[in-house]
């Protein structure tokens, strides 16, 4: 039968080819063992020495892709599984190129979830011819060459290699590169084939650039395994000729080594030299391209790119949308930044057709606002409207990153967190422990729970069961998990035992690329205070130490380096009636931000618990003088009961509402015993203060926390997941919570001073009814 279908049209041009493959039979086997010795026997020549047994294994294990229940896959499905094949083809492309098309629409599932890391990335190279100049297209081919043909090509190596010109070989690898597919397993594992590799190295350094960048040609034609050694010595001539080629020329060996999949971080550096001196006559495509090659080789001196950077503004009218995304790709895959300026003008284009915007360059858009912080509102608006039609059609890698874009720029859209809460569920088992730790990371962060919260917590909490051995390979993904699920308020008892383990507290600090010991204390710190039940293991002592003492000398770093902090601690200093009356402190260590703390006695007066505001010098002031009073046991005792009917020896004095101390100048010591009694009760503050009164359990204790925009969702008064975490927790340990609100306090820095204590005594003294 025939169908009209296009789809079924291809499948039925596909069935014929596919009955041919290799792959399909259980020659695979065979072939890839044939390879693999191949490859071995060329590393043994090239090294001089002989290859360990786990080289061979490895490249066993590299080559030996399709295994016996992939090809019994293959040989029952019949017709259909070419149709599948074609689809998931046809589906990355639609949901690259055409998104809104009715066929992109009809994806299903596991298409939607294949993603060519090779080949997706590569889009951009089909929008303009003069891409081909300097790219790899694996389309082009020399004229096909019948197997015959390649058998006597291998019979003159063999026969004529003593006598063979560098022409010859390059000619050679050219047209043996057009067997068709399936013969190449067979030719890589032939020692015919093995022996011209070893001419072209012998003879490597008689070839030119356009012969050795033909070979390369044939390397990733053939599917040359990348780890062979032979290619470093390519890659090592190819340095020496990087002064003689042209632009298109090095961009079209970058592009064919990132093909092969061979690192070359040595031509890359000297490229990039070369670069630096001829950055300008670099044209729109060449740009793009660069950039592109930079991003996946993963390496770029920052000179460069902000050269680069101002190319890009002088094309910046030419770039398309595509090419837009590959920019934000390459320079976020990188670590380069972008200009705040370059960034608005990016958002600016996006939106002015965002409709016709692919979600894959949407999503390397969003990487790289997320990367600069860069909060451009529109964007993010048009982005909020197309974004939950976009999200079931996406893999759940875009997803994630939509996701975690969202909670890196504190931008909360219900539309888009329920989209995504609703489309994960059914489709969980194909996140990776990274996509698993980021949702919740950026739900808990943005303090947002969907519709279907029980829903989408399980299936996430039930994935990260089932991945707990790529959990242990990558052990700060599971400690992102928990950290988002506490944010939430889900606290998965078991996972949480596991994770505080001394074994995989070990682990995660041997494996781990990041320091993990602040999420380890903030977690166990978490756990004591919101799992009174919890019964299972936590982090030993010195951890907690080390924890705080991180997380405090960073908070007080940071603290100490706003004025607008300074001035609101000097202020309730003055209003309260000393440094004794605020301690600065981490009232909650592990939740890494700090505090003042005022406490206020039944009265709702001010009490002097911040024993050690007053400095070591001013205590010694601070002792007790004699003035002719004959120091007797009743008076010993009345003094140390704070039960003193005298007046105290020290006049008070006060200025501007604080009470510094001074002593008469006649006064006399006393003994150092008195002296070291009124130590250990605490400094005598005011006139009016005993020690007693120090001793006074407070009624209030109050958290004054001066807030920053950060701290809450874009353009809201929400706090995000971190921060109202610690006010529950404050709020549990029955502390009161007083905010001094950046959109309250820093206008009122321009005011009268009386205006702003006016302002701090009614937050404190308000709070504490």
Same mark, same amino acid.
């Given at each position: 039968m025939i169908s009209?279908?296009?789809?079924?049209?291809?499948?039925?041009?596909?069935?014929?080819?596919?009955?041919?493959?290799?792959?399909?039979?259980?020659?695979?086997?065979?072939?890839?063992?044939?390879?693999?010795?191949?490859?071995?026997?060329?590393?043994?020549?090239?090294?001089?020495?002989? @290859?360990?047994?786990?080289? =061979?294994? /490895?490249?066993?294990?590299?080559? $030996? %892709?399709?295994?016996?229940?992939?090809?019994?896959?293959?040989?029952?499905?019949?017709?259909?599984?070419?149709?599948?094949?074609?689809?998931?083809?046809?589906?990355?492309?639609?949901s690259t190129l055409n998104l809104h098309s009715p066929r992109a629409m009809k994806i299903d599932e596991e298409d939607i979830e294949t993603f060519d890391s090779l080949e997706d990335p590569r889009v951009f190279l089909q929008l303009r011819p003069e891409y081909q100049l300097h790219s790899y297209n694996r389309s082009e081919t020399c004229q096909p060459l019948s197997v015959s043909e390649g058998e006597l090509i291998l019979h003159k190596v063999t026969v004529y290699q003593d006598n063979l010109q560098p022409q010859i070989i390059v000619d050679y690898f050219c047209k043996l590169s057009s067997l068709p597919a399936e013969q190449?397993?067979?030719?890589?594992? @032939?020692?015919?084939?093995? =022996?011209? /590799?070893?001419?072209?190295?012998? $003879? %490597?350094h008689l070839f030119d650039a356009p012969d050795l960048i033909n070979i390369l040609k044939a390397f990733v034609s053939l599917g040359i395994p990348h780890?062979?050694?032979?290619?470093?010595?390519?890659?090592?001539?190819?340095?020496?000729?990087?002064?003689?080629?042209?632009?298109?020329?090095?961009?079209?060996?970058?592009?064919?080594?990132?093909?092969?999949?061979?690192?070359?971080?040595?031509?890359?550096?000297?490229?990039?030299?070369?670069?630096?001196?001829?950055?300008?006559?670099?044209?729109?495509?060449?740009?793009?391209?660069?950039?592109?090659?930079?991003?996946?080789?993963?390496?770029?001196?920052?000179?460069?790119?902000?050269?680069?950077?101002?190319?890009?503004?002088?094309?910046?009218?030419?770039?398309?949308?595509?090419?837009?995304?590959?920019?934000?790709?390459?320079?976020?895959?990188?670590?380069?930044?972008?200009?705040?300026?370059?960034?608005?003008?990016?958002?600016?284009?996006?939106?002015?057709?965002?409709?016709?915007?692919?979600?894959?360059?949407?999503?390397?858009?969003?990487?790289?606002?997320?990367?600069?912080?860069?909060?451009?509102?529109?964007?993010?608006?048009?982005?909020?409207?197309?974004?939950?039609?976009?999200?079931?059609?996406?893999g759940v890698q875009g997803v994630m990153h939509l996701t975690l874009a969202c909670s890196a720029l504190r931008f909360l859209d219900e539309r888009v967190m329920n989209a995504v809460a609703a489309s994960l569920p059914p489709r969980v088992a194909y996140c990776r422990s990274k996509d698993v730790a980021k949702i919740l990371w950026s739900f808990g962060t943005l303090n947002y729970k969907p519709p279907n919260a029980e829903e989408f917590y399980s299936s996430l909490i039930n994935e990260i069961h089932r991945k707990m051995l790529e959990f242990n390979?990558?052990?700060?993904?599971?400690?992102?998990?928990?950290?988002?699920?506490?944010?939430?308020?889900?606290?998965?008892?078991?996972?949480?035992?596991?994770?505080?383990?001394?074994?995989?507290?070990?682990?995660?600090?041997?494996?781990?690329?990041?320091?993990?010991?602040?999420?380890?204390?903030t977690l166990d710190g978490t756990v004591g205070i919101e799992c009174p039940d919890y019964r299972g293991n936590r982090l030993s002592s010195q951890l907690q130490q080390e924890g705080s003492e991180m997380l405090w000398n960073l908070a007080r770093k940071d603290m100490n380096s706003k004025p607008e902090f300074l001035e609101a601690l000097f202020l309730l200093e003055t209003m309260l009636g000393g440094p004794q009356y605020v301690k600065h402190h981490m009232i909650l260590p592990h939740t890494r931000s700090s505090d003042l703390e005022v406490q206020l006695d039944v009265n709702m007066k001010p009490l002097p618990f911040n024993r050690e505001a007053i400095p070591i010098e001013d205590v010694a002031k601070l002792r007790l003088k004699h003035v002719g009073v004959s120091l007797t046991d009743d008076l010993m005792n009345q003094l140390l009961k704070g039960k003193s009917k005298g007046h105290s020896q020290g006049e008070i004095e006060s200025d501007s509402g604080q009470q510094p101390l001074k002593l008469e100048e006649t006064a006399k010591p006393v003994g150092s015993s008195l002296?070291?009694?009124?130590?250990?009760?605490?400094?005598?503050?005011?006139?009016?203060?005993?020690?007693?009164?120090?001793?006074?359990?407070?009624?209030?204790?109050?958290?004054?926390?001066?807030?920053?925009?950060?701290?809450?969702?874009?353009?809201?008064?929400?706090?995000?997941?971190?921060?109202?975490?610690?006010?529950?927790?404050?709020?549990?340990?029955?502390?009161?919570?007083?905010?001094?609100?950046?959109?309250?306090?820093?206008?009122?820095?321009?005011?009268?001073?009386?205006?702003?204590?006016?302002?701090?005594?009614?937050k404190v003294f308000t709070s504490a009814l």
């Open positions: 009209t279908d296009t789809r079924m049209a291809a499948i039925l041009q596909l069935l014929k080819p596919i009955r041919y493959w290799t792959f399909c039979s259980p020659f695979t086997y065979s072939a890839t063992q044939s390879m693999a010795w191949w490859n071995m026997r060329s590393y043994i020549w090239h090294k001089g020495q002989d @290859s360990p047994e786990n080289s =061979l294994c /490895c490249l066993a294990r590299k080559v $030996n %892709i399709c295994n016996t229940s992939a090809s019994w896959r293959l040989l029952t499905t019949g017709s259909t599984l070419p149709g599948l094949e074609f689809s998931r083809a046809s589906a990355s492309k639609a190449h397993p067979v030719l890589l594992s @032939s020692t015919s084939f093995a =022996l011209l /590799c070893q001419l072209s190295v012998k $003879n %490597i780890s062979h050694s032979m290619l470093d010595v390519f890659e090592t001539h190819f340095c020496h000729k990087v002064w003689e080629m042209s632009l298109d020329q090095l961009l079209l060996v970058a592009d064919l080594w990132r093909y092969l999949g061979h690192r070359v971080p040595r031509f890359l550096k000297i490229f990039f030299s070369y670069l630096n001196l001829h950055w300008k006559d670099l044209s729109l495509s060449q740009l793009i391209h660069l950039i592109y090659i930079i991003g996946e080789s993963r390496q770029a001196p920052q000179d460069l790119m902000q050269k680069l950077e101002s190319l890009i503004l002088k094309y910046i009218d030419l770039i398309n949308l595509e090419e837009i995304g590959t920019i934000c790709l390459g320079f976020f895959k990188s670590s380069s930044s972008l200009s705040e300026f370059v960034m608005r003008k990016f958002g600016d284009l996006a939106c002015a057709d965002m409709q016709h915007l692919s979600s894959y360059a949407l999503v390397n858009i969003l990487k790289m606002f997320r990367f600069t912080h860069v909060d451009h509102v529109n964007f993010m608006k048009q982005f909020g409207q197309i974004a939950p039609q976009r999200i079931p059609s996406l390979r990558y052990p700060e993904h599971l400690l992102t998990c928990l950290l988002g699920l506490a944010f939430s308020e889900y606290f998965p008892v078991e996972l949480i035992d596991f994770a505080l383990s001394p074994g995989f507290v070990r682990l995660a600090q041997e494996r781990s690329k990041f320091e993990v010991t602040k999420e380890l204390y002296c070291n009694k009124v130590d250990r009760l605490g400094a005598i503050e005011t006139a009016d203060l005993s020690p007693a009164t120090c001793l006074q359990a407070p009624q209030v204790k109050l958290a004054i926390q001066l807030t920053n925009r950060n701290q809450y969702c874009y353009g809201s008064r929400d706090l995000l997941g971190l921060h109202n975490m610690k006010r529950r927790q404050l709020n549990q340990l029955g502390y009161r919570v007083v905010e001094l609100s950046h959109w309250e306090w820093l206008p009122l820095l321009k005011r009268t001073r009386l205006e702003k204590l006016a302002f701090l005594h009614e």
